[in-house]
Nanobody, 124 residues
Framework: QVQLVEAGGGLVQAGDSLRLACEVS????????MAWFRQAPGKEREIVAA????????YYVGSVKGRFTISRDNAKNVMHLQMNSLKPEDTAVYYC?????????????????WGPGTQVTVSS
C-alpha cells in the first residue's frame, strides 16, 4: 500500500508561483511512476505532468509546458510540482498519483493510488 498526501496549494494572483509537494509513505517509493492531475469544477480530471521512477523522463500537458516542472526525490519520498506564471485557467484541485511501474505513465486509469488533493486558485 502507498499513501499520498499533497500540500502547498493556495490562493494566488495571476503570474505568481506555487510549489506543490506530494509526500509518499508505504512501499518502496522509488519503484513507482508518479504524476500530477488536476480537476476543475465541471471538468474531467486531466493529467498535468508525469515522471518515471528515476526522474529521468518527464511529460507535460501542452498548456503547462515551459511553466511547470515536475521533480522527485526518492531519498526523501517526495514529489514536487513547481508552478510558475500561473493563470486563472490553472485553477483546480491538484492530485498526486502513483502506480508501481518503472516507466512513465500518462493514462489516468493506470494510476491506482491517489492523494486527497489540494486546491489551487489563481485570481485574475
Amino acid at each position: 500500500q502507498v499513501q499520498l498526501v499533497e500540500a502547498g496549494g493556495g490562493l494566488v494572483q495571476a503570474g505568481d508561483s506555487l510549489r506543490l509537494a506530494c509526500e509518499v509513505s508505504g512501499q518502496t517509493y522509488r519503484n513507482y511512476a508518479m504524476a500530477w492531475f488536476r480537476q476543475a469544477p465541471g471538468k474531467e480530471r486531466e493529467i498535468v505532468a508525469a515522471i518515471n521512477y528515476s526522474g529521468s523522463s518527464t511529460y507535460y500537458v501542452g498548456s503547462v509546458k515551459g511553466r511547470f516542472t515536475i521533480s522527485r526525490d526518492n531519498a526523501k519520498n517526495v514529489m514536487h510540482l513547481q508552478m510558475n506564471s500561473l493563470k486563472p485557467e490553472d485553477t483546480a484541485v491538484y492530485y498526486c498519483a502513483a502506480h508501481p511501474s518503472i516507466v512513465l505513465l500518462t493514462k489516468r486509469s493506470l494510476y491506482d493510488y491517489w492523494g486527497p488533493g489540494t486546491q489551487v486558485t489563481v485570481s485574475s
